[in-house]
């Protein structure tokens, strides 16, 4: 649903900006009760059956926005517990990120067929027939499922000509590419934490805004607040998505409006990686050493292929994502310098939380989560006034958020630094597309290859905390390519700068 502004998308920006505000103001933090009241006024509910319950769920998404944990429904507790003591220039949550507000789940039911009213009663229904179980019957001159015996089957759907049955699942079922949604003993969604990979596909696909993952725009706030130095890493999928006075020299402006100390673009470790992989792909993959070379920049997809697919982990790439080489450039010229990752993805907060990159980002905050940074603080892009362009990158880097903009990106640098190498490439987008590419992979039908996986729909660009339409985004990306005065990753010169001081590390 991204690109779409329903109530969902009001409700939960609106949760944003009323956090930032809540840290750039400061004073009693208890006036967080408030805020329910302000975000769903008066007596009359307007989205569910009580406006009493409405601002309950407006509550506990205020916690989660400011990393706290949710409150279980039979704990009588003020949602400003825990809230004074989170106002800290640090992280403050810990997983699970990505969460269910029990009592905003709608209970959809899952994966099941039901009988519409396009039923016309036919002489053939053909459904009975086809049902394998005799789960279908002609009741009061209609067609009729017993959920009882039913297998899913999908048979009565294939052969009704009148397309009266339709198949439905829940929403944030459908969209986990790892199964990771179940039921709990009220048949409302659950997360299965074993499976899950915090790709956050989940929480922007229920239509009852029932799940939510936890941010750091609190303390964000408070690091930016206390004077710390602050700097910027923006994805490359930032580009679009602010709207249309929002350009790429713009954000960069509004971002030193917010207090941060500096702007980089994060394609500058896109840069890096991509001649890194170039380098080990036909190092290690052409020479006949590995049987191919899965691209990491994607922490979703890393985690999903090395939990599901053993054997298959020491082929993903131990390149540093896009993300950890620009914080690690970063933190080499600014040492104290506190750095907080913007982008499109909900899977970074928990890879900015292992063990091996936390030195490296402080905070990761998503696009949405930003924009409520800006609309506390009023910023308006139209009145911003340009103090320079943004040239960290490569159009190659800058491309990494589409999908196939990764292996693009790589295959330009074998082409540039091994003319004579010939590429195999295959890629996937969505979790159930990337799982299928592994699996061929582990039957040995992709030795040779490049395999790109990228977790969202579209790359970055679809990721949770993005706020444009895919083809936008996309366009977007492109135009923004186009613009740069280098095109591939051999041509930044900040690489061999990066290179030369992390060659041995």
């Known amino acids: 649903m991204r690109g779409i502004y329903t109530p969902v998308t009001k409700i939960r920006r609106q949760v944003f900006a009323e956090v930032a505000r809540l840290a750039y103001e400061g004073g009693d933090y208890s006036r967080i009760v408030e805020i329910p009241y302000k975000i769903i006024p ?92 005799k789960a279908i019957s002609m009741v009061d001159g209609r067609s009729h499922i017993d959920k009882s015996k039913c297998v899913r089957c999908g048979r009565c759907k294939e052969v009704c000509p009148y397309e009266a049955i339709v198949h ?6 459908a969209a986990c590419g790892v199964d990771a949604i179940e039921s709990d003993e009220l048949g409302r969604a659950k997360i299965n934490y074993d499976k899950c990979v915090s790709c956050g596909m989940c929480l922007v696909n229920c239509p009852f805004g029932a799940i939510a993952d936890k941010s750091q725009i609190f303390q964000l706030v408070h690091a930016i607040k206390e004077g710390d130095e602050v700097i910027a890493c923006v994805a490359p999928a930032f580009v679009g998505q602010f709207g249309p006075l929002a350009t790429p020299d713009q954000v960069r402006e509004a971002l030193r409006e917010l207090g941060f100390a500096g702007v ?12 890194e992989e170039a380098k080990h792909y036909v190092e290690k993959v052409v020479s006949g050493e590995e ?42 010229r600014h040492p104290n310098a506190k750095i907080v990752f913007i982008g499109p993805c909900a899977a970074k907060k928990l ?7 936390r030195s490296d980002v402080d905070f990761v905050i998503t696009f949405e989560e930003l924009m409520g940074m800006f609309v506390a603080k009023g910023i308006e892009f139209g009145d911003l006034e ?21 292996a693009d990106a790589i295959s330009a640098c074998v082409k540039e630094m091994y003319p004579d190498v010939e590429m195999k490439i295959d890629r996937a987008e969505g979790l159930k597309n990337c799982a299928k590419m592994l699996t061929l992979a582990k039957a040995g039908k992709r030795n040779g290859y490049l395999m790109e996986g990228m977790a969202c729909p579209g790359g970055c660009i679809g990721g949770a905390g993005t706020m444009m339409p895919l083809p936008k985004a996309a366009a977007a990306v492109k135009k923004f390519q186009d613009a740069s005065t280098r095109k591939i990753a051999t041509e930044n010169p900040l690489v061999q700068e990066f290179e030369q001081k992390n060659g041995d590390k």
């Open 168 to 173: 439905y699942d829940r929403p944030c079922a």
């Open 291 to 332: 049987p191919f070379l899965a691209t990491s920049c994607c922490p979703a997809w890393s985690v999903m292929a090395k939990t599901k697919f053993p054997t298959i982990a020491p082929y993903v790439s131990d390149a540093l994502t896009p993300m950890v080489a620009t914080a690690r450039m970063v933190k080499e």
């Open 386 to 406: 340009s103090r320079g362009g943004v040239h960290d990158a490569t159009a190659a880097g800058r491309g990494y958020s589409v999908a196939g903009g990764v």
């Open 264 to 275: 980089v673009e994060v394609a500058l470790g896109a840069d890096i990686g991509a001649v």
């Open 42 to 133: 008066g007596e009359v509910p307007t989205y569910r059956g009580s406006v009493f319950e409405e601002r309950a769920i407006v509550g506990e998404r205020l916690r989660l926005a400011i990393g706290l944990e949710l409150y279980p429904a039979d704990n009588p507790a003020p949602i400003s517990r825990g809230v004074s003591e989170s106002a800290i220039a640090k992280k403050v949550y810990e997983p699970p990120l990505v969460n269910v507000i029990p009592f905003a789940c709608n209970k959809c039911e899952p994966n099941s067929y039901k009988v519409t009213d396009n039923c016309r009663g036919c002489l053939a229904h053909p459904c009975v027939s086809a049902c394998p179980v």
């Open 351 to 357: 890879e900015a939380s292992r063990r091996t990159v």
